[in-house]
């Protein structure tokens, strides 16, 4: 996967100027910055690419990317700016086919496209997009990974690894129908949209009590507790049995002969991490499921830093690092 690694990354960020308009840095763990404009009002900008996913999905992924990300830290993505490059074979209708399905994504969200850049160089060997998203709130209403709380608990919007097995399903049918067969595969397909989570994040932003998000894309479960653990300060208690696996990931690790490390470690875009207060437990769990989306309680946040996974009523070490096998299952090789 393209992620740096976190001690790259901050090496990387140690020349950026620290400025006082700016709430939210460049960091590692945090997919998007934010900066104040005028009295308590601030605006959540995310930057996101797109790169290898099927042509039919490219432009309405594009966005959803990038304005998944905005509505995580609590405000809804109002205005976008786009880019499409391509290698120079890239016809002018590919381009046009992409920026269609862009259009139709915006217009979904109610987000204008402001500007952006297209271009063909001989350097690129694939069509790559980069979206960037942007959203006001009110500073005090601004939802960060930072702010999960001890007590609160864990939950997990939507089972781990959708991403892997929709996108799978999409660009290897043939292996997919082997695997899956016809009418799983055939289902998988249309699952696509479950690899935004704008409308459940925004859902969440409006509840008392939910105190932080953070989305489970590359690295999966293991990236996004240990960064959300990270931000807050925190450590967890996750039960392994509440975790919930999409449909057609046990048949994925079967045939990749998967470890329960790259299990967990699945890309699994659209999933919410969320820090929920007890008391909002409830109302949470309703809104959710009254949207069609079944939420799962892993475990809770805790004061101490300990981070613990509970397999079996046994105790173990929850793993630091994420193992990511997207990569490896869409290029189709065991």
């Excluded at 992620?3 to 020349?15: A, F, G, P, Q, V």
């Excluded at 997919?176 to 249309?190: P, S």
């Excluded at 590359?218 to 999409?246: C, H, Q």
């Amino acid at each position: 996967m393209g992620k740096l690694s976190k001690k790259d990354l901050d090496e990387m960020l140690t020349c950026v100027k620290r400025d006082r308009r700016v709430i939210v840095p460049p960091r590692s763990g945090f997919d998007s910055g934010v900066h104040l404009l005028e009295n308590d009002k601030c605006i959540v900008i995310s930057a996101d690419p797109c790169v290898g996913v099927p042509l039919k999905w490219f432009g309405w992924l594009l966005v959803h990317y990038a304005a998944s990300d905005v509505a995580l830290f609590g405000a809804k993505p109002e205005f976008c700016t786009i880019t499409l490059l391509g290698p120079q074979s890239t016809k002018s209708e590919t381009f046009a086919h992409v920026m269609r399905q862009v259009c139709t994504a915006a217009n979904e969200l109610c987000m204008a496209i402001i500007t952006g850049h297209t271009g063909t160089y001989e350097e690129l060997s694939t069509l790559t997009g980069v979206c960037t998203a942007y959203g006001v709130i009110s500073r005090n209403k601004l939802l960060t990974p930072s702010s999960a709380k001890p007590g609160d608990f864990v939950y997990c919007t939507k089972p781990l690894g959708q991403e892997v097995a929709v996108n799978f399903s999409l660009t290897h049918k043939a292996a997919a129908t082997k695997i899956f067969g016809t009418e799983k595969t055939r289902k998988l397909e249309n699952q696509v949209e479950m690899e935004s989570c704008v409308k459940e994040a925004m859902l969440l932003a409006k509840i008392d009590g939910v105190h932080a998000m953070h989305d489970a894309t590359e690295g999966g479960l293991i990236t996004a507790l240990n960064e959300m653990a990270d931000a807050s300060k925190v450590g967890f208690r996750i039960d392994y049995e509440n975790i919930p696996l999409a449909e057609g990931v046990q048949e994925l690790r079967s045939r990749f002969a998967l470890s329960e490390k790259q299990l967990l470690s699945m890309s699994s875009t659209g999933t919410i991490l969320a820090a929920v207060s007890p008391e909002a437990a409830e109302r949470v769990e309703n809104v959710l499921r009254q949207n069609g989306i079944h939420p799962a309680r892993l475990g809770t946040f805790t004061r101490s830093t300990r981070r613990i996974l509970m397999k079996n009523s046994k105790e173990t070490s929850f793993l630091q690092y994420a193992d990511d096998p997207y990569a490896r299952i869409l290029s189709g090789h065991v």
